[in-house]
């Protein structure tokens, strides 16, 4: 059974006037989601030439209203390029090759397409292991070299019963773990977010504490976003915790891993070691490769490639493409990366008003003659399109006397405070 991902087909074109939205495709993209996204109507650019440098001016030129990237840098530059910039999407996961602080600065959303490619990293994290149990990339380069070598390749632990350990039990977590209990291995996961009920439901044994997980597995995957909190996760005394022999292997980010720390297993603990990513990679698709890690005996790499398989290109470029569309329709960005988990705002103010033009602007006239500041709003218009309520969350409370000024306008139907509990990003768009 084929496990692609078809790209739905796009409804019926819209009547109403205006330009058709621009996309620029600043990198290699299927071309089911080029010919989607022009089946909807929208103005697509494709340059997968595009690199750092030249992406900037690409975004100048062509002012598009999204930009979408694979592996792409884009840089703050680029970023405020142009004003007509609004959605950046990453075709993947991982967005560290996005500045999302500076389009977070512009007010530019940034979205991802999460667990696209959660089979095809877990597969490739397979692969990584395997090779490591088996030395298959050894014993390949021997055969080319016309040496036959059957007494050293035939010493292998082999897995079965063996305890896998998942750094990161996200949706590519638990791909991995599906594999390891088709080959009777015992698996045990710890990520931040995990706890001890989510993982018996899985079925995996729960860590509460990294370094426990690094002591009690014989084969160690990683599978954790890079992010400020990830950077150097497995270090030092992680790998100073991992049993001698041990199988590492790393398809998340470069990041995630002190990369002196794990060559220093390597050579201390005769670690296996299963590489797609490094702390430093050209940042093309081809390019000068100098990292040391790899030449290390017992450490095989591959190029970053875990997620660049057709069947996750494909269900990626259709996520990519919903992503877009849900924007263009909407406004509002699926899969948002980078808006505020938490605001400044300490109190609600919940205005029931006849829905007529001018009663928000003279809301927004008094809190702002009151020098508070609104950090979220929503308006709620009810069936019937008669009346609305707008729930607007402030960093301050009003006066009693900016209270009275908003109720002044006949519009206004009623007002109400809440003080909230906790500084928190409720309202939405």
Same mark, same amino acid.
């Given at each position: 059974?084929?496990?692609?991902?078809?790209?739905?087909?796009?409804?019926?074109?819209?009547?109403?006037?205006?330009?058709?939205?621009?996309? /620029?495709?600043?990198?290699?993209?299927?071309?089911?989601?080029?010919?989607?996204?022009?089946?909807?109507?929208?103005?697509?650019?494709?340059?997968?030439?595009?690199?750092?440098?030249?992406?900037?001016?690409?975004?100048?030129?062509?002012?598009?209203?999204?930009?979408?990237?694979?592996?792409?840098?884009?840089?703050?530059?680029?970023?405020?390029?142009?004003?007509?910039?609004?959605?950046?999407?990453?075709?993947?996961?991982?967005?560290?090759?996005?500045?999302?602080?500076?389009?977070?600065?512009?007010?530019? /959303?940034?979205?991802?397409?999460?667990?696209?490619?959660?089979?095809?990293?877990?597969?490739?994290?397979?692969?990584?292991?395997?090779?490591?149990?088996?030395?298959?990339?050894?014993?390949?380069?021997?055969?080319?070299? $016309?040496?036959?070598?059957?007494?050293?390749?035939?010493?292998?632990? $082999?897995?079965?019963?063996?305890?896998?350990?998942?750094?990161?039990?996200?949706?590519?977590?638990?791909?991995?773990?599906?594999?390891?209990?088709?080959?009777?291995?015992?698996?045990?996961?710890?990520?931040?977010?995990?706890?001890?009920?989510?993982?018996?439901?899985? $079925?995996? $044994?729960?860590?509460?504490? /990294?370094?426990?997980?690094?002591?009690?597995?014989?084969?160690?995957?990683?599978?954790?976003?890079?992010?400020?909190?990830?950077?150097?996760?497995?270090?030092?005394?992680?790998?100073?915790?991992?049993?001698?022999?041990?199988?590492?292997?790393?398809?998340?980010?470069?990041?995630?891993?002190?990369?002196?720390?794990?060559?220093?297993?390597?050579?201390?603990?005769?670690?296996?070691?299963?590489?797609?990513?490094?702390?430093?990679?050209?940042?093309?698709?081809?390019?000068?490769?100098?990292?040391?890690?790899?030449?290390?005996?017992?450490?095989?790499?591959?190029?970053?490639?875990?997620?660049?398989?057709?069947?996750?290109?494909?269900?990626?470029?259709?996520?990519?493409?919903?992503?877009?569309?849900?924007?263009?329709?909407?406004?509002?960005?699926?899969?948002?990366?980078?808006?505020?988990?938490?605001?400044?705002?300490?109190?609600?103010?919940?205005?029931?008003?006849?829905?007529?033009?001018?009663?928000?602007?003279?809301?927004?006239?008094?809190?702002?003659?009151?020098?508070?500041?609104?950090?979220?709003?929503?308006?709620?218009?009810?069936?019937?399109?008669?009346?609305?309520?707008?729930?607007?969350?402030?960093?301050?409370?009003?006066?009693?006397?900016?209270?009275?000024?908003?109720?002044?306008?006949?519009?206004?139907?009623?007002?109400?405070?809440?003080? /909230?509990?906790?500084?928190?990003?409720?309202?939405?768009?």
């Amino acid at each position: 059974m084929s496990t692609s991902t078809a790209i739905p087909a796009p409804p019926p074109a819209s009547s109403e006037g205006g330009s058709a939205l621009r996309v /620029l495709v600043a990198d290699k993209f299927e071309s089911s989601g080029v010919a989607a996204l022009k089946a909807r109507g929208f103005e697509v650019i494709v340059d997968a030439e595009l690199s750092p440098e030249t992406l900037a001016a690409a975004v100048a030129k062509h002012a598009p209203k999204v930009l979408v990237v694979r592996s792409t840098k884009v840089k703050a530059d680029a970023i405020g390029a142009s004003e007509s910039l609004e959605l950046i999407v990453r075709a993947g996961a991982g967005y560290d090759n996005i500045d999302v602080a500076a389009a977070s600065r512009r007010g530019i /959303l940034v979205s991802n397409c999460p667990g696209k490619n959660a089979i095809a990293v877990a597969e490739l994290a397979w692969a990584l292991i395997l090779s490591c149990d088996r030395r298959v990339p050894d014993q390949v380069a021997e055969l080319r070299a $016309g040496t036959w070598n059957k007494k050293e390749y035939q010493k292998a632990q $082999g897995l079965a019963g063996r305890t896998v350990g998942i750094v990161g039990f996200g949706q590519i977590g638990r791909e991995v773990a599906k594999r390891a209990k088709a080959f009777g291995m015992p698996v045990i996961a710890w990520s931040r977010s995990l706890t001890e009920a989510q993982a018996a439901e899985a $079925g995996v $044994g729960w860590c509460g504490n /990294l370094l426990n997980l690094a002591k009690l597995a014989d084969v160690i995957t990683v599978h954790v976003a890079a992010t400020p909190d990830t950077e150097k996760l497995c270090g030092e005394k992680f790998f100073a915790a991992l049993k001698s022999g041990a199988t590492f292997v790393n398809t998340s980010r470069g990041t995630v891993v002190d990369e002196q720390a794990l060559a220093n297993a390597v050579k201390t603990k005769s670690l296996r070691v299963g590489l797609d990513v490094f702390a430093q990679e050209p940042s093309g698709g081809t390019g000068q490769f100098a990292d040391a890690i790899v030449t290390l005996p017992g450490v095989y790499g591959t190029h970053h490639v875990g997620a660049s398989t057709d069947q996750a290109q494909q269900a990626i470029a259709a996520e990519t493409v919903r992503v877009i569309e849900v924007f263009e329709r909407t406004g509002d960005a699926a899969n948002c990366v980078n808006r505020a988990a938490a605001t400044p705002a300490t109190v609600l103010l919940s205005i029931r008003h006849l829905n007529r033009p001018g009663v928000l602007a003279h809301v927004f006239y008094t809190i702002g003659q009151a020098g508070i500041n609104v950090e979220e709003m929503e308006n709620v218009i009810y069936e019937g399109a008669e009346a609305a309520c707008a729930r607007i969350h402030l960093d301050a409370p009003l006066s009693k006397e900016h209270l009275d000024a908003i109720r002044r306008n006949p519009n206004v139907l009623a007002i109400a405070t809440t003080t /909230l509990a906790r500084k928190s990003a409720g309202a939405s768009r």
